[in-house]
C-alpha cells in the first residue's frame, strides 16, 4: 500500500463538476493498493497517518498531530501510484489491485482513520476525478507499507 500524504489548506475533488468530497485544513490522500496488501498495511498506514506530526506548534515546528489542529483528510483512491514505466513510454498497471480487492481494502482504510476519530472526506472509486489543492507548506510524504 502506499499513501501519497499532503498537508493541504484547503482542497476538494470532483466528478462531473459535483463535488464529492472537500476538506478545509488537513491531508489529502493519494491511496494506492496491491492485491498482496492485508488488513495489517491497512491498519499501519492509518495509524502512522492519524500519529505523524505535520502540523506547526507555537514555535513553529512540526510537532502536531492532524487531530491537534482539527484537521481532516481527503482520501482518494489512485491506482496509478503503482504505475511501472521501466519498458516504454506507456505505464504498465498490473502491480495495483483490481477494483474487487481494491475498493473494500480503501473503504477499510478510511474505516480505520475514521476510528482514530478523524473526518474523513473520501472521491469516488474508479471515476475521473478533478482534485483541487491548496498545498500547504508544501508538504508532501510517501508512504509505503512494504517499506517499515
Request: without cysteine.
Amino acid at each position: 500500500m502506499k499513501v501519497v500524504l499532503q498537508r493541504s489548506k484547503a482542497a476538494s475533488v470532483a466528478v462531473n463538476g459535483e463535488v464529492k468530497g472537500a476538506i478545509t485544513k488537513g491531508y489529502v490522500l493519494l491511496v494506492g493498493i496491491t492485491a498482496d496488501d492485508t488488513t495489517d498495511d491497512v491498519t499501519y498506514a492509518a495509524r502512522k497517518i492519524a500519529a505523524m506530526r505535520l502540523f506547526e506548534d507555537a514555535e513553529g515546528k512540526m510537532n502536531l498531530a492532524i487531530d491537534a489542529v482539527q484537521g481532516q483528510i481527503l482520501s482518494i483512491s489512485q491506482f496509478t501510484l503503482y504505475a511501472d514505466t521501466k519498458k516504454g513510454n506507456r505505464p504498465s498497471f498490473i502491480q495495483a489491485a483490481p477494483p474487487a480487492i481494491a475498493k473494500p481494502m480503501w473503504e477499510s482504510f478510511n474505516d480505520a482513520l475514521r476510528a482514530h476519530g478523524l473526518q474523513v472526506e473520501t472521491g469516488v472509486f474508479g471515476a475521473m476525478m478533478d482534485v483541487t489543492l491548496v498545498n500547504d507548506g508544501p508538504v508532501t510524504i510517501i508512504l509505503d507499507t512494504k517499506n517499515r
